[in-house]
């Protein structure tokens, strides 16, 4: 086991491993378009209206991250300007998508310590508090769907399984893992500012899921909020265990292997994939022109202030 560890530690095993993962993806994407060439006029021919919403979604997604941030760098005694923390955000899901593997938090840290002199232990578990709600929330929509697809029978048995399972996993980790010990100590549940990451991170959780819906809702009108609620808890997730940029063929792979419980059918899912995954590169670029030109702008007036 230690062996196998070490092996995923080499860098240019995760290398190798993230250009399979992502290649293997490309060559299914490339199939289904092959297989079903109307998705293209699928994908150009979304109502602006649906293309303004999707925006006004990622946007959300955008503000929804930087209320985590400022929430984050507020419960551990330091405070970022509103311009600075939503460009922060900004920059760090550009890098996030496009940079190996989930660099965006690795991103914010050393732009913090460096800009700010923001303590790396001290935004690690500040970090971890978010990571903590998003896990919570999204594992409850997920277990919510288990236990309504459940037998009547075995809905108590499961719930009560999956509970010990859950509380054992996290003694266990407290307990045999020195650095958690370290970082949970210092976390106040009785703070403003945790309660209010927990916040953001439903904020963000739902401002994904709307996201998907106008994307599910394009190719399939008969997909419910409900089921897009499921969809997103389980593509959501699939960002804790990913090697690759965007979770590229993570979060699909978990969204085909939760459909028995979010209904969606396979050709529907791939499909609103394609779409997101296109339109999401698109806004990300969009963003990174704005927040250069906003840069751009604001040393110009500092220039001329001089």
């Known amino acids: 086991m230690n062996e196998l560890m070490k092996l995923f530690q080499n860098k240019w095993v995760r290398l190798v491993l993230i250009v399979l993962i992502v290649g293997a993806t490309l060559v299914v994407f490339t199939k289904y378009l092959i297989d079903n060439p109307d998705i293209i006029g699928l994908i150009f021919s979304m109502h602006p209206a649906a293309i303004a919403l999707l925006a006004l979604a990622y946007v ?14 507020r419960m551990i005694g330091k405070r970022v300007g509103f311009v600075e923390n939503v460009s922060l955000t900004g920059y760090s899901s550009v ?19 460096q800009r700010h002199d923001v ?23 997920i277990l919510a769907a288990l236990l309504a697809r459940a037998p009547a029978g075995r809905v108590i048995p499961l719930a009560v399984s999956t509970l010990l399972i ?10 045999f893992i020195p650095k958690l010990r370290d970082v949970t100590k210092n ?10 990451i927990g916040i953001g991170a439903l904020a963000l959780s739902l401002c994904t899921a709307a996201a998907y819906f106008v994307e599910l809702l394009h190719v399939d009108v008969t997909i419910t909020f409900l089921q897009t609620i499921v969809y997103a808890a389980a593509a959501n997730l699939a960002l804790f265990v990913s090697l690759t940029p965007g979770a590229i063929g993570f979060r699909e792979s978990f969204l085909l292997l939760t459909q028995q419980l979010h209904q969606i059918p396979t050709d ?29 702008r604001t040393k110009l007036r500092s220039s001329n202030r001089r």
């Open 187 to 196: 976390i106040k549940v009785t703070s403003l500012h945790f309660w209010a």
């Open 268 to 296: 529907t899912v791939i499909a609103a994939s394609i779409i997101d995954r296109a339109f999401y590169v698109l806004f990300l670029l969009a963003l990174f022109l704005f927040l250069l030109a906003i840069g751009v």
């Open 166 to 175: 859950v509380v054992s996993a996290s003694f266990l980790a407290y307990r």
């Open 95 to 113: 890098v996030n998508f496009f940079g190996p593997l989930q660099s965006g938090p690795g991103f914010r840290a050393a732009y913090l310590k």
């Open 119 to 141: 303590s790396l232990r001290k935004f690690l578990y500040a970090t971890l508090v978010f990571y903590g709600f998003f896990a919570v929330i999204n594992g409850l929509v």
């Open 60 to 73: 959300g997604t955008i503000v929804a991250n930087a209320f985590v941030l400022s929430a984050s760098l």
